[in-house]
């Protein structure tokens, strides 16, 4: 059985050691050259058409790039947003346990969640 380039470990290992700019930017240079020698490269396959592809998978890759630089940014705000609120409901639990142990016999303690013996 034949492992296809995409996955064998010299092709993984180039892949996995480069951020997701380097290999865009990488494949913005390599066009700009077969571009610059469209002629030389053509007669070995790499043609209009290949470097058309290359091209739109490349425009490709620039804008799902940013909408992924995007979205991180937007889950960092998210995730200081959820931190915050959690913090509060820390505060809010704590306050009602507080009330709960000292209206409550220890004995009812488990309807409001909680397991401590004092």
Not at 46 to 69: I, P, R, S, W, Y
Request: proline letters at 1%; one cysteine or more; hydrophobic letters at 40%.
């Amino acid at each position: 059985m034949r492992i296809p380039e995409c996955l064998t470990i010299k092709s993984l290992r180039i892949m996995a050691t480069k951020t997701y700019a380097e290999q865009i930017n990488k494949a913005e240079v390599m066009l700009s050259g077969l571009k610059g020698n469209a002629e030389q490269v053509a007669r070995r396959g790499l043609d209009q058409a290949f470097q058309d592809k290359l091209g739109a998978d490349h425009d490709l890759a620039v804008v799902l790039n940013n909408e992924q630089e995007k979205l991180k940014a937007d889950l960092v705000t998210k995730t200081a947003q959820l931190e915050a609120k959690l913090a509060e409901l820390a505060s809010e639990v704590s306050e009602a346990q507080k009330i709960v142990k000292m209206d409550f016999d220890q004995s009812r303690w488990k309807e409001f969640g909680i397991d401590a013996k004092r």
